[in-house]
């Protein structure tokens, strides 16, 4: 099977910083792939990549066999809004809206109906243990509660990949693994790829595979430390 999205070479830089020093990835279908490493060394600058929100300078990202990396922002936006989830690591749920529309809202932008999209929204903020929040604005969420419905906005038009920037850092480890329980199911019926950024080993071991980044390569030991010889 060939993987549905795939990196190659990738690189940012923000003015002299190398924030990515040219990373591959294949993600198949229904896969769950981990990104880890310490603070820094760039796993929100590849899920942006990835996901289309910023454009690497190098390298090139391919979607099901389409370039995205030098595709225009309108194409990227309508990527994300229609056939990617994006949980970004600072939540960015919409201040007026109560959490159901909020949720709700990806589906209302593609047309689909005030009634029909409410009734998904209620689907997920169930199924992620926040119904009770459900007529809540953020301003009136915890931590926790805002990284669900977040998360349930992601989810909600049935993503072909969900790309999730530390879903689980506001949460205690108990509800993180919930969270991680409930991503491993949809990837598996929904055949759903996930791209999870953690730094958190608990929420890795939910993947098939780790990637992790040291100083914005990939780090063949996987240790994301660096590492003396000997010699
Ligand atoms: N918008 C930006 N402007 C300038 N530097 C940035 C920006 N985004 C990230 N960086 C820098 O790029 C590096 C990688 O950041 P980031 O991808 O956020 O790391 P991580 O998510 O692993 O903590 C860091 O040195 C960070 O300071
Ligand atoms: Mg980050």
Redesign the pocket.
């Known amino acids: 099977m060939s993987p549905i999205l795939t990196a190659r070479d990738v690189t940012?830089t923000?003015?002299v910083?190398?924030?990515?020093r040219g990373v591959d990835l294949d993600l198949h279908e229904g896969e769950i792939v981990a990104v880890r490493?310490?603070?820094?060394?760039?796993?929100?600058?590849?899920?942006?990549c990835l996901s289309g929100i910023?454009r690497p300078d190098g390298g090139q990202v391919h979607f099901r066999g389409e370039r995205l990396d030098d595709t225009g922002e309108a194409h990227r936006s309508e990527l994300r809004r229609t056939r990617f989830g994006v949980l970004l690591?600072h939540g960015h749920l919409v201040a007026e809206l109560t959490a159901a529309e909020n949720v709700a809202l990806p589906l209302l932008l593609g047309g689909g109906s005030r009634r029909a999209a409410l009734a998904a929204a209620a689907t997920w903020l169930g199924r992620l243990g926040v119904a009770e929040a459900a007529e809540q604005i953020p301003g009136r969420l915890s931590g926790g509660q805002s990284q669900r419905v977040a998360l349930a906005r992601a989810m909600v038009t049935q993503p072909e990949v969900l790309f999730a920037?530390?879903p689980t850092g506001a949460l205690d480890s108990l509800a993180g693994e919930l969270v991680m329980q409930l991503l491993t199911r949809v990837a598996r019926e929904q055949g759903t790829a996930v791209v999870v950024?953690t730094?958190d080993a608990t929420i890795a071991a939910y993947a098939e595979r780790e990637l992790v980044?040291r100083d914005?390569a990939v780090d063949p030991t996987g240790l994301g430390v660096a590492v003396g010889t000997g010699a």
Do not use: W, Y
């Not at 910083?17 to 990515?20: R, V």
């Not at 310490?38 to 942006?48: D, E, P, Q």
């Open positions: 940012k923000f003015g910083q190398p924030a990515l490493g310490r603070s820094g060394c760039g796993k929100s600058t590849l899920l942006h910023i690591q920037d530390e950024v730094h980044l914005g």
